[in-house]
């Protein structure tokens, strides 16, 4: 059930919102639950990947590629995750736009490429709660999006 209610906002402007049932705002807090807890595990990652790069305590990652400075995209990467928590990672158009950029941007960093790299045997634990991550998000998005398209707001 639910309940569609109006606040006044003053100057007799009113503002409606909706009120959820309790078993509605539970499944729908579990469901950010988890893909927040997938962010804030890339968010970690990548912090204490940004740090060790800083530091210069191996291993960390290059300081550029021949295509971006390792630095800037780290932080465009948190920047994604960050904001994906704060829309709401899989309850709204743009949470979950930002979900799979935040996703895409960490696969750069924890993608099946780092089986190749010379330095695989230092960062595995990394690659793989990573690619868990990725993961996680990669199937709540699409869930979300496969359970109510025409819903999200």
Known sequence: MVLTLSRTLGYGLTQPYTLLRKEEAN???EK???ANAAL???IVLQIVMLS???AGVPPHPPTATPLFGIAPF???ALSAACAAI???ATET???ICL???AALLASVSFGPQKYADAQFPLIWPAVLVGQGAILTLVVLAYRSVRLKPRQLC
């Open 27 to 29: 499944l729908i807090y």
């Open 93 to 95: 158009k743009a949470g």
């Open 40 to 42: 804030l595990t890339l």
């Open 52 to 54: 060790a790069l800083y």
């Open 74 to 76: 780290i932080g465009a």
């Open 86 to 88: 704060l829309l709401g």
């Open 99 to 101: 979900t799979l950029l």
């Open 32 to 34: 950010d639950r988890a």
